[in-house]
């Protein structure tokens, strides 16, 4: 509904509505600075040109007042827009928020090697990625999932030499298990550094199709993948499909890549196969023993992914901006789409970085169970139904631990810190979740009593109850934003601040023991708010919880 507002504004404005000037601000529902522009230009006071802007404009049917205020024109929505907010959310509930924009889109995601477990920092990219993919898919997209298995890399052949060697404990969670391994098998090879041709050749013999060879990095692979998507699925992360790299080799996209380079002159064949990017410097396509590298393997999965999508969206980690850059410059010299990146910073520990390698992180597991733990503490003193005690913990720390990666924007760096994520006195998912059940329990109370009369009228409303409606108009928009910024934050920034409003809202002004019209207008706007929340909870990957 914020959308058909901000589209009157523009309306109303006439050959002053350039969406560039519109603003939101605390001292209106939009505002627009463009007579500062005009100001300038014309050698004029802003103050003056806004005032007289302000006098000649007509009044739309959401636009309900207008005002000039030192040199901005602020516009504020009128009792119409009000009653249509609540009708359009009641009326398409589950839906609300529904852009209609159609289209398809691939949204790569998550992607770590199978060389080990989840850890806190892989689950950045996997809660903005499966975010990402639940927002497009509320606005409407047609969204597919990948999550692209290395498979091919170097740190594979060493799990492989490390199961060759030690074998895997069928007692632990295959992923953990496969870490073990491959930590240990590193840290020989430190100490045996003649192996290293060993890796090699493993290596090789896969890319080749070796029969035997493949059926160990297979059989490593899988294991540890069962183990990473018993994870994900804990984190309600879904893929559609899990791509290999080995894949791109075996279907000949790789021989496709050369194809187009080589018709194209630009590969220099020396030793190895090299490319000379102008800003992405030198890149090795293929070594001197004839293995590829994984950008050309990654070239060839764009290939593929140019043939069969039309857009797409590519997770990555910010120490891979450099490789992103090269990635698209080479997709570019091939006539290809590239892909639009989203980078995240990393999470780091207090103490300091992380290291599968040298086993020194803080896997998903074991930051599910810490924080359900807590959880569980916290709902111990509840009195409810031990099997729901056990549900109700593992949605809230679920929804902590998603919420708490997501609602930071990607370009910001996180300090994971043990206390603040077990600390469920802050404004975080549980704070919305409670909010949601709020909402839940005052309408279950109505439904006890008999109540069903949901009246929603806009004369009635207070400062409380419009500032909640204004917001609750706004959640398309915020959708909107993402869609084009690529930022879920936005989206848990949004559900604060709603939550905020509608604590300010129901602690001082009663429901249930109003006069019946006041009751049944503000139940209507309770409703709204239980479906809004409930829908951004969800589009975060967040059980919006009915009771707490």
């Known amino acids: 509904m914020f959308l058909e507002f901000k589209k009157e504004v523009l309306r109303v404005l006439g050959k002053y509505g350039d969406e560039r000037y519109l603003r939101e601000t605390e001292y209106a529902d939009l505002c627009t600075t463009i007579c500062f522009k005009l100001a300038k230009d014309m050698n004029r006071s802003p103050v003056d040109l806004a005032i007289e802007i302000a006098q000649e404009l007509e009044l739309g049917d959401y636009v309900g007042s207008v005002e000039a205020l030192n040199g901005y024109i602020n516009f504020f929505v009128s009792t119409e827009f009000l009653e249509d907010t609540i009708h359009v959310i009641s009326e398409e509930n589950e839906n609300y928020g529904n852009l209609n924009i159609g289209g398809e889109i691939l949204i790569e995601h998550t992607s770590a090697n199978p060389d080990g477990p989840l850890h806190i920092g892989h689950i950045r990219n996997s809660i903005i990625g499966d975010s990402l993919a639940r927002i497009f898919r509320h606005a409407g997209f047609n969204v597919k999932t990948h999550y692209y298995v290395n498979d091919m890399g170097k740190q594979m052949a060493v799990a492989v030499l490390g199961v060759e060697k030690f074998g895997v404990d069928e007692n632990k969670k295959p992923d953990h298990a496969i870490a ?12 045996n550094p003649n192996l290293e041709r060993v890796v090699n050749n493993l290596m090789e013999l896969y890319e080749k199709g070796d029969e035997e060879v493949t059926k160990k990095f297979r059989n490593v692979v899988n294991k540890a993948l069962f183990g990473i998507k018993q994870t994900l699925k804990r984190l309600k992360v879904d893929h559609d499909d899990f791509i290999w790299e080995s ?5 000949n996209y790789v021989s496709k890549i050369f194809e187009i380079l080589n018709n194209k002159n630009l590969i220099k064949k020396e030793d190895a196969w090299i490319l000379d990017l102008e800003k992405g410097g ?7 023993n004839g293995t590829t590298l994984y950008i050309t393997r990654d070239l060839a999965y764009h290939l593929w992914k140019n043939e069969n999508f039309r857009d797409f969206i590519d997770i990555l980690g910010s120490d891979h901006k450099m490789y992103g850059d090269q990635l698209t410059e080479l997709l570019k010299l091939m006539d290809l789409k590239p892909p639009r990146i989203v980078f ?3 999470v780091s520990l207090p103490e300091g970085s992380m290291s599968t390698r040298e086993g020194r992180f803080i896997s998903a597991d074991e930051l599910i169970d810490k924080v359900k733990s807590e959880a569980l503490r916290i709902l111990s003193s509840r009195k409810m139904d031990e099997t729901e005690k056990e549900k109700i913990a593992e949605a809230v720390a679920i929804g902590a631990i998603r919420f708490d990666f997501v609602k930071v924007a990607p370009e910001k760096p996180i300090v994971f810190d043990w206390k603040l994520a077990l600390d469920f006195e802050r404004q975080t998912a549980n704070y919305i979740q409670y909010s949601h059940a709020r909402a839940c329990s005052i309408l279950r109370n109505a439904f006890k009593s008999g109540e069903r009369d949901f009246q929603f009228r806009g004369e009635l409303c207070t400062k409380e109850e419009r500032t909640l409606v204004v917001l609750l108009s706004k959640f398309p928009y915020y959708i909107q ?8 934050n936005l989206i848990a920034e949004y559900l604060l601040t709603l939550s905020s409003a509608f604590n300010d809202f129901y602690t001082s002004h009663p429901v249930l023991k109003s006069s019946y019209e006041t009751k049944t207008h503000r139940l209507a706007i309770v409703n709204s708010t239980r479906i809004v929340l409930r829908n951004g909870l969800s589009i975060l990957g967040i059980e919006p919880l009915e009771r707490m």
């Open 344 to 346: 995240f910073e990393f």
């Open 481 to 488: 934003k993402v869609i084009k910024e690529a930022r879920p």
């Open 180 to 191: 073990e391994v491959y930590m240990r098998m590193s840290s020989v090879l430190e100490k």
């Open 282 to 288: 030198r890149v090795v396509l293929r070594r001197s």
């Open 247 to 251: 894949f791109f080799i075996r279907n």
